[in-house]
């Protein structure tokens, strides 16, 4: 008799083959199956150019969760002050990638505020990243706010309902199973997970390490103020059945240039951005085209125009346009002729000058 060992737990593989050999069977053992965890093919991203708002938007509320999270290096900072946004999901009728680059901030102390991202009710919340002004902090929407639930665009395909604990998140790492969410504080830019090991349950989250101890705290309204961010995830939740633990930047540009587990690469951009501050190098400044006297009249708003002057656009055929006759020359009133003795006397002596 030939018995074939497979899938068995290693004690209860011992057992039977002490008892298979003590009745003389013959064992065959088979080691057990390795099976390598294969992302399902994602549907076609859309990579888009995003303008962020000047405050805070209105909340909306999404059927189904943000894809997992893609890889996008950022370049070098082309200057000091920049600010790397972009590089997350961002809701258009459907999940679309909002492109990342440096921009720098539209008005003088603004801040980035990361997208934001909750699980409320089998649903999510979403608000798109955007800018602050100085001294304005984010604000979740609260419990009791009523939210517009949206609607896919035609054709759009249906993705997963989020699958994790309520509360705020960020998509999962790379390669991850649809639909996992990651806990994560308020503020916590999508790019902290770029470099984590993808996920295929529940059990990951991002967390901050005050005085050497790991605390699962998700109402910091300021991760700004937090140098680095821990990501944990125990092996039952991982796609490779190992644990993970791993401290990533809080800077959404430092977390999103760490190497990847799985390189998944965001497409190129579909939309041109706007055009970038300034002329071109080499080209010409486009200026408006402005009528002279209207601009004069801005510059002299008190000045009054001559009688009889024509400030009409000139035509196409001027020839065609009747011309203003000239005025009519007017003696000076109340000047008599000078005598012609007088006149002799005031005229200059060229002798007496020589003289």
């Known amino acids: 008799m030939t018995t074939t060992l497979e899938g068995l737990r290693p004690a209860a593989m011992a057992a039977l083959v002490g008892v298979l050999l003590t009745a003389g069977c013959a064992v ?23 303008e962020p708002p000047l405050f805070e938007p209105a909340p909306i509320e999404v059927p189904w969760a943000p894809p997992p999270m893609l890889v996008e290096i950022p370049p070098p900072m082309p200057f000091y002050g ?26 003088p102390a603004y801040h980035w505020t990361p997208p934001y991202y909750e699980h409320r009710d089998g649903l999510v919340v ?18 009791s706010i009523r939210i517009t639930i949206v609607e896919a665009a035609p ?10 604990p309520p509360g705020v998140f960020v998509p999962p790492p790379p390669g991850s199973r649809a639909g996992i969410i990651v806990p994560a504080p308020i503020g916590t830019p999508p790019a902290v997970v770029v470099s984590a090991a993808p996920v295929t349950h529940v ?53 999103a240039a760490l190497p990847a587990v799985m390189h998944i690469a965001a497409p190129p951009r579909a939309s041109a951005p706007p055009r970038p501050f300034g002329p071109a190098p080499g080209a010409e400044p486009q200026r408006p085209a402005i009528h002279p006297v209207a601009a004069q009249a ?35 009133r109340n000047v008599a002729p000078r005598p012609a003795a007088e006149a002799a006397a005031h005229r200059p002596n060229p002798a007496a000058a020589a003289a």
């Open 28 to 50: 065959e053992y088979a080691p057990p199956t390795v099976r390598v965890y294969a992302p399902e093919p994602a549907p076609p991203v859309r990579s888009v150019y995003i």
């Open 82 to 107: 920049a600010v790397w946004i972009g590089g997350y999901w961002v809701w258009q009728g459907d999940w679309v990638w909002a492109s990342g680059r440096w921009a720098p901030p539209p008005r």
């Open 126 to 143: 979403f608000i798109t990243g955007h800018w602050e002004a100085p001294g304005v902090e984010f604000a979740p929407p609260p419990p």
């Open 155 to 164: 054709g759009a395909r249906r993705g997963e309902r989020p699958i994790g």
């Open 203 to 255: 059990g990951m989250r991002v967390t901050t390490v005050n005085n050497n101890q790991v605390t699962n705290i998700t109402n910091i309204t300021n991760v700004s103020n937090v140098t680095n961010l821990t990501v944990i995830a125990p092996a039952s939740a991982t796609a490779s059945g190992r644990a993970f633990r791993a401290t990533v930047p809080a800077q959404a540009h430092l977390a």
């Open 298 to 332: 801005a510059q002299f708003p008190n000045r009054r125009e001559p009688a009889g002057l024509d400030r009409r656009q000139p035509s196409a055929a001027p020839e065609a346009r009747p011309r203003p006759l000239p005025p009519t020359a007017v003696a000076p």
